[in-house]
C-alpha cells in the first residue's frame, strides 16, 4: 500500500522547500523527498556560506529563457521585500554586499534552519536519503511513487529536482528525465555563472598571472557586465566572467574593457603630454595590475616611451585597452557552473502556477525550469518565487 499525501514535492532545495511550506500552510498533507543525505545542499554552499539570498533589485531583464515573459507573473507576486520578511521574522541578521545582493552576517545554514523551522510548523514531513524510483500517473488522475523508502501517493507532484550544475553536490538530469515522460519538451542544457577556459596561445600568456584580478567590463552577444575579472590557472573567472558566461558560447566574440569608465584617448594623451619619456608598461602598471600590464605590453602592445608614439598608434592601443579580444575556448562545465541553463520548456507550462498544461496536478518550479537568472541572488529568488506560486496553487 502506498502511503497518501495531498502533495509531493521532489527536491529539498530552496523551490521545492519554499512550495512546500506555502501548501502546508494552506493546510494540504505535503511529503518532500530527497536523495541527497541533507536539505537545501546548494544553500549551504551560496555565497561562500553566507548565501546570497536574493536581490532587492530583482526584475525579468536579470532571466534568461526562451521565453523572457514566462518568470514576470511569479516575481511580481512574491517579491525580494517577502522573503526579506520571513528572515527578518525570524530573527537572521543580513547585510547588502552590492548591487542589491543579501547576504547573511553569519552563515547560510540560518536560511535552511529557518526553512525547515517554516515546513515544521506547516506539518510538512521531509524524508532524506530517499531516491525516486519510479513515477506513474494512476487512474484517477493522481500519482504514485516508488522510492527506495517505499511507495508513495498523492493527488499532486512538483518537480523542484534542480539542472545539473555541480554534479559532486548530487545534481542530476532526473527533472528532465520526468518532464519527457510526461511528455514536455526540453530545451538544451548548458553551464552558466562558470568560469571559461583558455588553450593556446591565450593560456601561455596568461596561465602563469594565476590570481591576478582587476575590474572589467565584459562584452558579448550585445550583454555587458562590469565587474571583477580572475585569472586562474585554468582560464578566466571572477564575477564579471561568470555573468557574461551564460551569454556567451564557443565561438562568440568576447571582448574586455580593462580600463571601464576611462576615456582612454584622453588619458594617453594626457601621458603623451605630461609623462613623455615614461614607458607604456611603467604607465599601464599605476592602473592595471603591474604583472598584467607588463604582459600586455609583452604580448599585445608594442612598449616604448611615450613620446615615441604617433596618434594612429594610441589610437589603437585605446582600441585594444577598451575592447581587448579573448579567446576562449570553453567552460568548466557543470563541474564548477552555479546554474543550468534550458530545461523544461515553459510553453508547457502554466506561468502563474507552475502547472502542466499537459498533465493536470503536475508542477515544475525552480533552476529544472527554462528561466536561469544572473549571478547576484537572483536564482534564489527565482526558487522563493515560483515555488511560492506552486505552493499556492496545489489542490486547488
Known amino acids: 500500500m502506498s502511503e497518501r499525501f495531498d502533495a509531493i514535492v521532489i527536491g529539498a532545495g530552496a523551490a521545492g522547500l519554499m512550495c ?7 493546510g494540504l498533507r505535503v511529503l518532500v523527498v530527497d536523495h541527497a543525505n541533507k536539505v537545501g545542499k546548494k544553500i549551504l554552499m551560496s555565497g561562500g556560506g553566507r548565501c546570497n539570498f536574493t536581490n532587492t533589485g530583482t526584475t525579468p531583464a536579470n532571466y534568461l529563457s526562451a521565453n523572457p515573459h514566462f518568470c514576470k507573473s511569479a516575481l511580481a507576486r512574491y517579491t525580494p521585500w517577502h522573503f526579506i520578511e520571513l528572515v527578518e521574522r525570524h530573527g537572521i541578521a543580513y547585510h547588502e554586499k552590492e548591487l542589491g545582493q543579501l547576504f547573511c552576517d553569519e552563515s547560510s ?17 521531509i524524508r532524506t536519503h530517499c531516491s525516486v524510483e519510479d513515477v506513474q500517473q494512476t487512474d484517477d488522475g ?3 511513487l516508488r522510492t527506495s523508502q517505499g511507495a508513495f501517493a ?6 523542484a529536482s534542480g539542472g545539473l550544475s555541480i554534479p559532486s553536490m548530487g545534481a542530476s538530469g532526473f527533472g528532465y528525465q520526468l518532464a519527457k515522460q510526461f511528455g514536455h519538451d526540453v530545451l538544451p542544457t548548458r553551464a552558466g555563472l562558470v568560469p571559461l577556459t583558455l588553450t593556446g596561445k591565450h593560456a601561455e600568456r596568461l596561465h602563469d598571472l594565476a590570481g591576478v584580478s582587476l575590474p572589467v567590463e565584459a562584452r558579448c552577444n550585445g550583454v555587458s557586465f562590469r565587474n571583477f575579472l580572475l585569472v586562474t590557472h585554468r582560464g578566466i573567472s571572477g564575477p564579471a566572467i561568470l555573468q557574461i558566461s551564460s551569454y556567451w558560447q564557443p565561438g562568440d566574440d568576447l571582448r574586455l574593457d580593462l580600463l571601464p569608465g576611462t576615456d582612454l584617448d584622453a588619458l594617453l594623451h594626457d601621458w603623451q603630454q605630461r609623462r613623455r619619456d615614461a614607458e607604456l608598461k611603467t604607465l599601464l602598471g599605476e592602473v592595471l595590475p603591474k604583472r598584467f600590464a607588463q604582459r600586455l ?19 589603437a592601443i585605446a582600441e585594444l585597452l577598451g575592447n581587448w579580444p579573448l579567446v576562449a575556448s570553453g567552460t568548466e562545465g557543470y563541474r564548477t557552473a552555479e546554474v543550468t541553463l534550458g530545461g523544461v520548456d515553459t510553453d508547457g507550462l502554466s506561468s502563474s502556477t507552475m502547472m502542466s498544461k499537459r498533465v493536470p496536478g503536475l508542477y515544475f518550479i525552480g533552476e529544472v525550469v527554462d528561466v536561469t537568472g544572473w549571478l547576484g541572488g537572483y536564482n534564489f529568488q527565482w ?4 515555488g511560492q506560486a506552486a505552493g499556492a496553487a496545489l489542490g486547488s
Not at 498523492?154 to 518537480?159: E, F, K, T, W, Y
Not at 526558487?383 to 515560483?386: K, M, N, Q, V
Open 20 to 26: 512546500a511550506i506555502v501548501a502546508g500552510q494552506r
Open 383 to 386: 526558487a522563493w518565487a515560483s
Open 109 to 125: 545554514k540560518q536560511i535552511v534552519a529557518m526553512l525547515l523551522a517554516e515546513c515544521e510548523a506547516a506539518g510538512v514531513e
Open 154 to 159: 498523492a493527488s499532486s507532484l512538483v518537480v
Open 142 to 144: 493522481g500519482f504514485r
Open 297 to 315: 605590453c609583452e604580448h599585445w602592445l608594442a612598449n616604448k616611451p611615450l613620446r615615441q608614439y604617433n596618434a594612429p598608434e594610441l589610437r
